[in-house]
């Protein structure tokens, strides 16, 4: 049974702290997400059919429950996702101190980007029920964490730092081309009346128009997804100033809104940003385009984790601060560019991978005994690999680093540990094989070319197979200057009479080392049926596999944190072993000539398994 995931879905444009983890969760194989509707409400209003929600879900082709039809009792998740830390905002049912009384397991990812300072703000953003009841919190850097630390009652043990999901979309807003005319997005932050708070809309509303009338620029303007309830919460002069831009907006073209549940598009499109206190000044730093801060004396100003701004950014206290940004990027000028792209660096954990898969690996690692029971099969007769998981997992291998030892690439030990395991290996092995000049080996599973390493000054003609293209790539250029070697990318059940060569003789040496292991049971056999039309009476087959020491044990995507991946193998045992040697009997006949173990206890790190080797003649 899979670990089931449920994402409480209120707010169409927060759907990108959800959508890279979902996607990396689904990928995982071992959860099961579901997206859970909620009402969404908001400046004194309720919102009981949150129709701009459904709408965006079914845009977006997410299957989704209406939280009416949902109960904990009968869906009974593990753990759900909320995605905001405001319990007024959604039924009561589905606060956090009643998920908390229901034993109910959430995270909380930050719905924004938190910029703005104030005693009130730091609640707001660190010590709430969805806070301190929390049983993950996935924060952007070590700073945030820190500032859990500091702020929150319940400390920041839970905190982890995994990068914002919403940063996971930078792929998305990078565009190979440039604007005929310079684009500028303009975001302008919510206004309540006479109360202090960050927005600018008031002051610099005009200077806007002025901007957009006079200079060759298209203007988008995004307000806060919460705008227009709070003007029509406080009403005042805002009202007033918005309307006039809405006006304007029907006679003058290079003026658009944009109101749409993502912002993709216009971060995309933007040459540059115009932004209050909010979300975006941080959101839009990985585009590595120009940003002005918008604020005045009037204004509240940064929290501590945003002070960066204020050094690395250009600054707007006055109408003409505007006026000289927008003259900058039109000169397409930067000087700052270098400043804010530090900033970046310093104060943002931006993974390799996502951040969506950061999560994905903090919750794997909670749930790995639960995942374990599903995932770690024994006597699982029936139970079939996944071939392209499989491959993924050696494609990751191979890929992982420019710098990865190539033994540790095939054995998954550390490098001293799988040096000493294959000087022994060959060591034992290869007088059993007696090669000569005129042998001429198969290597089925060769990996990046770990067993021609050591017979290449034989003299013999060699073809190895992987089914890894990367495994196949580093070998073919490790040993591209050596004419009596071939590598082919290929199954180890697909062999066939083509690796054998025009006119060349079969194969009298094959060399099978931890490859059976990879292979369902009547994909063994295919592959030992097909050696009978490549190999000839007495050639020496040579398999090393770790077997199973009591019972068959298979792995079904479950994950190794020795390997920081998902892993799938079936350990068989050696009575298993020799029936599926037996079952090719109508095709090919093999004789056992030796067997042993691998290797000395001191170089077995296994409980369960044991590698040995078996020396084989085809009759």
Same mark, same amino acid.
């Given at each position: 049974?899979?670990?089931?995931v449920?994402?409480?879905?209120?707010?169409?444009?927060?759907?990108?702290?959800? @959508?890279?983890?979902?996607?990396?969760?689904?990928?995982?194989?071992?959860f099961?997400?579901r997206?859970?509707l909620?009402?969404f /409400?908001?400046?004194?209003?309720?919102?009981?059919e949150?129709?701009?929600?459904?709408?965006?879900?079914?845009?977006?082709?997410?299957a989704?429950?209406?939280?009416?039809?949902?109960?904990?009792?009968?869906?009974?998740?593990?753990?759900?996702?909320?995605?905001?830390?405001y319990?007024?905002?959604?039924?009561?049912?589905?606060?956090c101190?009643?998920? #908390?009384?229901?034993n109910?397991? =959430?995270?909380y990812?930050?719905?924004?980007?938190?910029?703005? @300072?104030?005693q009130?703000?730091?609640?707001?953003? =660190?010590?709430?029920?969805?806070?301190? $009841?929390a049983?993950w919190i996935?924060?952007?850097?070590?700073q945030h964490?820190d500032?859990?630390?500091?702020?929150?009652h319940?400390?920041?043990? /839970?905190?982890?730092?995994?990068?914002?999901? #919403?940063?996971?979309?930078?792929k998305?807003w990078?565009?190979?081309?440039?604007?005929?005319?310079k684009?500028?997005l303009?975001?302008?932050?919510?206004?309540?009346?006479?109360?202090?708070?960050?927005?600018?809309?008031?002051?610099?509303?005009?200077?806007? $128009?002025?901007?957009a009338m006079?200079?060759?620029?298209?203007?988008?303007?995004?307000?806060h997804?919460?705008?227009?309830?709070? $003007?029509?919460?406080?009403?005042?002069?805002?009202?007033?100033k918005?309307?006039?831009?809405?006006?304007?907006?029907?006679?003058i073209?290079?003026?658009?809104?944009d *109101?749409?549940?993502?912002y993709?598009?216009?971060?995309?499109?933007?040459?540059?940003?115009?932004?209050?206190a909010g979300?975006?000044?941080?959101? *839009?730093?990985p585009?590595?385009?120009?940003i002005?801060?918008?604020?005045?004396?009037?204004?509240?100003?940064l929290?501590k984790?945003?002070?960066?701004?204020?050094k690395?950014?250009?600054?707007?206290?006055?109408?003409k601060?505007?006026?000289?940004?927008?003259?900058?990027?039109?000169?397409?000028?930067d000087?700052?560019?270098?400043?804010?792209?530090?900033a970046?660096?310093?104060?943002?954990?931006?993974?390799?991978?996502?951040a969506?898969?950061?999560?994905?690996?903090?919750?794997?690692?909670?749930?790995?005994?639960?995942?374990?029971?599903?995932?770690?099969?024994?006597?699982?007769?029936?139970?079939?690999l996944?071939?392209?998981?499989?491959? #993924?997992?050696?494609?990751?291998r191979?890929?992982?680093?420019?710098?990865?030892?190539?033994?540790?690439?095939?054995? =998954?030990?550390?490098?001293?540990l799988?040096?000493?395991?294959? @000087?022994?290996?060959?060591a034992?092995?290869l007088?059993?094989?007696?090669?000569?000049?005129?042998?001429y080996v198969?290597?089925?599973?060769?990996?990046?070319?770990?067993?021609y390493e050591?017979?290449?000054?034989d003299?013999?003609?060699?073809?190895g197979?992987?089914?890894?293209?990367?495994?196949?790539?580093?070998?073919?250029e490790?040993y591209?200057?050596?004419?009596?070697?071939?590598?082919?990318?290929?199954?180890a059940?697909?062999i066939?009479?083509?690796?054998?060569?025009k006119?060349?003789?079969?194969?009298?040496?094959v060399?099978?080392?931890?490859?059976?292991?990879?292979?369902n049971d009547?994909?063994?056999?295919?592959?030992?049926?097909?050696?009978?039309?490549?190999?000839?009476p007495?050639?020496?087959?040579? $398999?090393?596999?770790?077997?199973?020491?009591?019972?068959?044990l298979?792995?079904d995507?479950?994950?190794s944190?020795?390997?920081?991946?998902?892993?799938?193998?079936?350990?068989?045992?050696?009575?298993?072993l020799f029936?599926?040697i037996?079952a090719?009997?109508?095709?090919?006949?093999i @004789?056992?000539?030796?067997?042993?173990d691998?290797?000395? /206890?001191?170089?077995?790190n296994?409980?369960?398994t044991?590698?040995?080797? =078996?020396?084989?003649?085809?009759?």
């Open positions: 049974m899979k670990i089931k449920d994402f409480l879905f209120q707010w169409a444009p927060g759907w990108t702290n959800f @959508e890279s983890v979902i996607s990396a969760l689904n990928q995982d194989g071992n099961l997400c997206v859970i909620l009402p /409400h908001h400046s004194g209003k309720e919102d009981h949150n129709k701009q929600a459904r709408e965006f879900l079914d845009a977006q082709g997410v989704w429950i209406w939280h009416e039809d949902y109960a904990f009792s009968t869906f009974q998740p593990d753990m759900v996702f909320i995605q905001n830390p319990d007024f905002t959604r039924p009561a049912r589905f606060s101190r009643s998920l #908390k009384e229901n109910i397991k =959430y995270a990812i930050p719905y924004g980007l938190d910029v703005g @300072e104030g009130q703000n730091l609640t707001f953003q =660190y010590n709430m029920d969805c806070h301190n $009841l049983t996935f924060v952007r850097s070590r964490k500032f859990y630390k500091r702020y929150c319940a400390g920041n043990k /839970h905190v982890h730092v995994t990068g914002h999901p #919403k940063f996971d979309s930078l998305l990078q565009r190979n081309h440039k604007n005929e005319r684009t500028l303009w975001t302008p932050h919510f206004v309540e009346g006479n109360l202090k708070g960050w927005s600018t809309f008031n002051l610099y509303c005009d200077a806007m $128009l002025f901007i006079n200079y060759p620029v298209d203007l988008i303007v995004r307000p997804p919460l705008f227009i309830g709070r $003007l029509k919460a406080f009403g005042g002069i805002a009202v007033e918005f309307t006039q831009l809405v006006e304007y907006t029907k006679v073209s290079n003026i658009t809104f *109101f749409e549940p993502s993709h598009h216009s971060f995309c499109k933007a040459d540059a940003l115009m932004a209050d979300s975006f000044l941080l959101e *839009f730093l585009t590595k385009k120009p002005l801060y918008l604020t005045h004396e009037s204004c509240l100003g929290n984790s945003a002070q960066f701004v204020n690395s950014y250009y600054i707007a206290r006055a109408e601060d505007i006026d000289d940004f927008v003259n900058m990027v039109l000169a397409e000028e000087p700052k560019q270098s400043k804010r792209l530090k970046l660096d310093d104060n943002f954990f931006i993974p390799a991978i996502g969506g898969d950061e999560i994905r690996q903090v919750l794997t690692r909670h749930f790995k005994h639960k995942i374990a029971k599903q995932t770690r099969l024994e006597n699982a007769q029936d139970v079939q996944d071939t392209q998981s499989v491959l #993924k997992f050696f494609e990751a191979a890929t992982q680093s420019k710098d990865s030892h190539p033994l540790t690439m095939t054995m =998954y030990q550390t490098v001293e799988a040096t000493r395991r294959d @000087e022994h290996e060959k034992l092995i007088p059993k094989l007696a090669l000569s000049a005129r042998s198969l290597d089925i599973g060769c990996g990046n070319g770990r067993w050591a017979i290449k000054n003299g013999l003609d060699y073809v197979i992987d089914f890894s293209p990367s495994l196949i790539a580093i070998a073919q490790k591209k200057e050596s004419p009596s070697c071939q590598f082919h990318t290929g199954k059940d697909e066939s009479p083509q690796l054998v060569g006119g060349k003789s079969p194969f009298t040496h060399i099978v080392t931890g490859v059976i292991m990879y292979l009547n994909e063994v056999i295919r592959m030992l049926k097909n050696l009978a039309e490549i190999t000839q007495g050639t020496t087959i040579f $398999l090393r596999e770790p077997v199973a020491n009591n019972v068959r298979t792995l995507q479950h994950w944190e020795d390997l920081n991946s998902h892993y799938s193998a079936i350990y068989r045992t050696q009575q298993e029936a599926l037996s090719c009997s109508d095709a090919i006949h @004789e056992l000539v030796e067997a042993g691998m290797y000395p /206890h001191e170089l077995n296994r409980k369960e044991q590698q040995r080797y =078996y020396v084989l003649k085809r009759k």
